[in-house]
Nanobody, 126 residues
């Protein structure tokens, strides 16, 4: 079993920045995909970004050029740098992971990600 623990959420004004972190309890296997999903009240889960074991990244169109996903393989830590935040970015952000894959599942396939964290809230005010 893998545990994912997110941190770094909070409240910020539009145009501001936040950096989310996710610590994974399992770091011994390098072939893993990690990513971020978000869910706003009354809306479906949305894939935000992912990074595979070789560093290949994918982003939702809504966050491309504003968000950057990165990871520290040695520590099993995932990051999401969020810049130029907008009120529509307000949501609960979840760290996700899937092991034993070379390429990340698509961001529109949330059920293909095996492990989910408890989430961290991001609130952007106008």
């Amino acid at each position: 079993q893998v545990q994912l623990v997110e941190s770094g959420g909070g409240s910020v004004q539009a145009g501001g920045s936040l950096r989310l972190s996710c610590a994974a309890s399992r770091t011994t296997y390098s072939r893993r995909c990690m990513g971020w999903f978000r869910q706003a009240p009354g809306k479906e889960r949305e894939g935000v970004a992912s990074v595979d074991s070789d560093g290949g990244t994918s982003y939702a169109d809504s966050v491309r050029e504003r968000f950057t996903v990165s990871k520290d393989n040695a520590k099993g830590t995932l990051f999401l740098q969020m810049n130029s935040l907008k009120p529509e970015d307000t949501a609960m952000y979840y760290c996700v992971a899937r092991y034993y894959v070379l390429i990340c599942p698509r961001l529109d396939k949330p059920t293909d990600y095996t492990y989910w964290g408890q989430g961290t809230q991001v609130t952007v005010s106008s």
